[in-house]
């Protein structure tokens, strides 16, 4: 059983910078980690995520200004946000899946299925 702490949302301005973390207690060597966003009246929806030992993926939304990083022992999954929008605000969850390895596909991802309370982003213009 993995658990997830998310820390580091509160409020921002527009332009400004945040970095979110996830601290996971248990053995999180063969998951996928990931960060997902849902704002009031919104469905949940992915920002981004990491497989094991591949460079992470994000959504068309990011561009280039989110990085996504995981530290060697898999512990922390942590997301550097710049040029923060308002429309960034959202509340933030951290997830795991179970991956598992596919001949002719590389590693996948199961679903989602241990989570964290979330940490909400608000950003103002």
């Known amino acids: 059983q993995l658990q997830l702490l998310e820390s580091g949302g509160g409020s921002f301005q527009s332009g400004g910078s945040l970095s979110l973390s996830c601290a996971t207690s248990?053995?999180?060597?063969?998951?996928?980690m990931g960060w997902f966003r849902q704002a009031p009246g919104k469905e949940r929806e992915n920002v981004a995520f990491?497989?094991?030992?591949?460079?992470?993926d994000y959504a068309d939304f990011v561009t280039v200004r989110f990085t996504l990083s995981q530290d060697n022992s898999k512990k922390t999954l942590s997301m550097q946000m710049n040029s923060l929008q308002p429309e960034d605000t959202a509340m933030y969850y951290c997830?795991?899946?179970?991956?598992?390895?596919?001949?002719?596909?590389?590693?996948?991802?199961?679903?989602?299925?241990?989570w964290g309370q979330g940490t909400q982003v608000t950003v103002s213009s």
């Open positions: 997830a795991a899946a179970p991956s598992y390895y596919q001949a002719g596909a590389g590693r996948q991802c199961r679903s989602y299925n241990f």
């Open positions: 990491i497989k094991y030992n591949t460079p992470p």
């Open positions: 248990g053995d999180a060597w063969n998951y996928c």
